[in-house]
Every structure is written in C-alpha cells, then in structure tokens.
C-alpha cells in the first residue's frame, strides 16, 4: 500500500553528504573570499587590523593617566584635611589685652571675675594687675556697673541676700556692696509677692504648705520678715 503525499526519492538525498551540502551543487562561498561563516566577530577584526571595542574596566586599567572622578566623604562645608591648622598657624595671637575686650563687650565684670578669666592666658611679658588698671582707668572695667548689671539681672527673681551674697563674692568695694543691699530692701516685699504669686498664688491651708512655701521664698533669698508678712496675706499699701 502506498501512502499519499510527499515522494520519497533517494536520488533527492544521493548527493548530500551527512556533513554538508548536496554534491553537485553551486557552492555559494567563493575559494577566492577569505571570509568565513563560522569565524568569530573578534577574529575577523584582528585579520581587518581592528580591535575589539575594550569594556570600560580594560581601559582604565589601561590609561593609567586618565583621571578618575569619586564622591568624596566630606561632607558640605568640611574642611579639607590640614586646612584648618594651617589657618591657625597663620592667624596672628590675640592680646591679653584683646582678650579682656572680647569678654568685656559681651556683658560687665568685676575685677576680680575679668583677672580670673584672664589668668590662664597671661604670659611672662604680661602684667596683669597693669592691664586691670588701665581698663579701669578707660572706663572699659567699672565694679559700679557691674553691680548694677547683677541687680538688674537678679532682682526679679532673687532676695537681697543672695544679690548681696554674690557680690562679695566678686569682691565687690564694700561700699558699693552696702548701697545695693539698701536699694534692694526698699523693693524687697513687693518684689517677693511677685515671686510667691508666680509660684503658687494662694496662700497655704496647712502647716505643711506653709512650711514648703516659707523654705521657696527663703532659698530665693527673702528675709524670714519679708516671708512672714506675705504668708500672714499682707498687702503693701
């Protein structure tokens, strides 16, 4: 029985080979072209006298003398290693002088509280009881208004005590010392009912509250008279 459909013929597959095109056939390649089907793309362009594009890491590796870009760690702002000590070296030492300016214009000090800060820095060309006192004698350098300055500062919060305390501990004049003390004591009360009202503003129920309001008032520096009358709900008139 035979099938229907494509013939079978052996003459069709008797002149090829296993390997490659049916003998007898125009073979398409010339023996003349030297080019070869089967020949790489690198191959054929070392026999052309072309190379291969390198991939980006040959080439760096070889033009050593192409310059290559990073990201740096520092971060905005910071200064390059060794900057910041040459411009130290480069920037001329302050005075002692200088320096006791630089303090003194920021706020008033006394005496004894500008020789402390100053103290650290003073060199053996440097006389520092003739610096204070010529300070004092342009006017930069006053223990008056620095007492005024700690008055102003403290009184609002503190009693007579403790801004008296304070300046002897500046080794304030005695004399300026006994003026403030007296100012202080003509605005002691009212001053300490306004540091009570903003405390606690009620006046105690119990000995007990009595007892923590009167310790307040006294570690602010109010005499134990001035508390007295206040805890008592009296007015200044």
Do not use: C
């Given at each position: 029985?035979?099938?229907?459909?494509?013939?079978?013929?052996?003459a069709?597959?008797a002149g090829?080979?296993a390997?490659?095109?049916r003998v007898?056939?125009d073979d398409?390649?010339d023996?003349?072209?030297?080019?070869?089907?089967?020949?790489?793309?690198?191959?054929?362009?070392?026999?052309?006298?072309?190379?291969?594009?390198?991939?980006s890491?040959?080439?760096?590796?070889?033009d050593?003398s192409?310059?290559?870009?990073?990201?740096s760690r520092?971060?905005p702002g910071?200064?390059?290693?060794?900057?910041?000590?040459?411009?130290k070296?480069?920037?001329?030492?302050?005075s002692?002088k200088?320096?006791a300016?630089?303090?003194?214009?920021?706020?008033?000090?006394s005496?004894?509280?500008?020789a402390?800060k100053?103290?650290?820095?003073?060199?053996?060309?440097?006389s520092?009881?003739?610096?204070?006192?010529?300070?004092?004698?342009?006017?930069?350098?006053?223990?008056?208004r620095?007492?005024?300055?700690?008055?102003?500062?403290?009184?609002?919060?503190?009693?007579?005590?403790?801004?008296?305390?304070?300046?002897k501990?500046?080794?304030?004049?005695?004399?300026?010392?006994?003026?403030?003390?007296?100012?202080l004591?003509?605005?002691?009360?009212?001053?300490?009912?306004?540091?009570?009202?903003?405390?606690?503003?009620?006046?105690?129920?119990?000995?007990?509250?009595?007892?923590k309001?009167?310790?307040?008032?006294?570690?602010?520096?109010?005499?134990?008279?001035?508390?007295?009358?206040i805890?008592?709900g009296?007015e200044?008139?």
């Amino acid at each position: 029985m035979i099938r229907k459909g494509r013939p079978l013929s052996n003459a069709a597959n008797a002149g090829r080979n296993a390997d490659g095109p049916r003998v007898g056939d125009d073979d398409p390649r010339d023996p003349h072209d030297p080019f070869d089907p089967f020949e790489s793309f690198d191959a054929h362009d070392r026999a052309e006298g072309r190379q291969s594009r390198p991939d980006s890491s040959a080439q760096a590796e070889a033009d050593p003398s192409e310059t290559t870009y990073s990201r740096s760690r520092r971060t905005p702002g910071e200064a390059k290693p060794g900057q910041d000590d040459a411009k130290k070296s480069q920037r001329p030492a302050r005075s002692l002088k200088g320096r006791a300016l630089g303090y003194l214009s920021r706020r008033e000090y006394s005496r004894t509280e500008l020789a402390r800060k100053l103290k650290p820095f003073v060199e053996e060309t440097d006389s520092l009881d003739t610096l204070l006192d010529s300070l004092e004698a342009e006017n930069w350098l006053s223990d008056s208004r620095f007492a005024e300055s700690l008055i102003h500062r403290r009184s609002s919060r503190l009693g007579a005590s403790r801004i008296v305390g304070e300046l002897k501990q500046h080794a304030v004049d005695q004399t300026l010392v006994e003026e403030a003390s007296a100012q202080l004591r003509e605005t002691e009360l009212a001053r300490a009912q306004a540091v009570w009202r903003k405390k606690f503003d009620r006046l105690p129920e119990t000995a007990a509250e009595r007892a923590k309001q009167a310790r307040f008032l006294a570690s602010r520096g109010f005499s134990g008279a001035t508390i007295g009358k206040i805890l008592k709900g009296f007015e200044e008139e």
